[in-house]
């Protein structure tokens, strides 16, 4: 037979006491979390800024360029070097999208025995084309449309001008500075390490240059350039 419980029993503790050292013991215990981490504790928002990219804008597999380019690199452009292209390549530099900015990539293309216009066609389409696996995994990515076109100057433009199949402020942002930057560092369709270009409709060609504002800020193509009479 279970023997019943003999003794007296335990008293609770009375529920004031309880909560008088459970307070300060949970403000020690607070206070010494803090001071271990290193945080000082403040009543203002801290703004700890933007969170860091991710992307690095730069092709670890990308040829190096042997032809100046017509322009300043930005910093996060690809520098190193790569197997030669073949005899009927040339190493040509042309400018991506990435990371909120325009960056120039080097690519072997082949250009031999081209006109001007046709190393213009083929330019463009270098920046119409899907991008490789590298580029793309490095952050890089192309604003000109695939429908685009260019074509030589219009009556009474420049012997030098070329003009794009679309109106210039109706290209998406980027897209002016990429094709400016591309044809800027190449020397059989830049002088002086600018180009003249125009769109579709009747308005005056302008002459551009790769500047940092146009590779920087999406809205400075609708100012950039000067007119060329």
Excluded: N
């Excluded at 995994?137 to 030098?160: K, N, S």
């Excluded at 003249?196 to 193509?221: H, I, M």
């Amino acid at each position: 037979m279970t023997q019943p419980f003999r003794g007296t029993a335990p008293s609770p503790a009375a529920p004031g006491a309880a909560r008088r050292w459970r307070a300060p013991l949970l403000a020690v215990v607070c206070a010494a979390l803090a001071a271990g981490c290193g945080i000082r504790t403040t009543s203002v928002p801290v703004d700890a800024g933007p969170a860091p990219s991710r992307v690095s804008c730069a092709v670890p597999d990308s040829p190096r360029a042997t032809t100046a380019s017509a322009s300043a690199t930005v910093s996060a452009s690809a520098s190193a070097s790569a197997p030669a292209p073949s005899a009927a390549e040339s190493v040509v530099t042309v400018y991506l999208v990435c990371s909120s900015q325009v960056a120039d990539v080097h690519r072997a293309v082949a250009l031999a025995g081209l006109t001007r216009l046709g190393t213009a066609v083929a330019l463009l389409r270098e920046l119409q084309q899907r991008l490789g696996m590298t580029e793309a995994t490095a952050g890089f990515g192309t604003a000109v449309q695939g429908d685009l076109a260019v074509e030589g100057p219009h009556p009474g433009d420049p012997r030098d001008a070329l003009r794009l199949s679309a109106p210039l402020s109706e290209l998406p942002p980027f897209a002016l500075a990429q094709v400016v930057c591309t044809y800027a560092a190449d020397p059989s369709l830049s002088s002086g390490g600018s180009v003249v270009l125009g769109g579709s409709d009747d308005t005056q060609v302008r002459r551009y240059t790769c500047t940092s504002d146009l590779r920087t800020d999406p809205g400075a193509a609708e100012t950039a350039g000067t007119a060329v009479k």
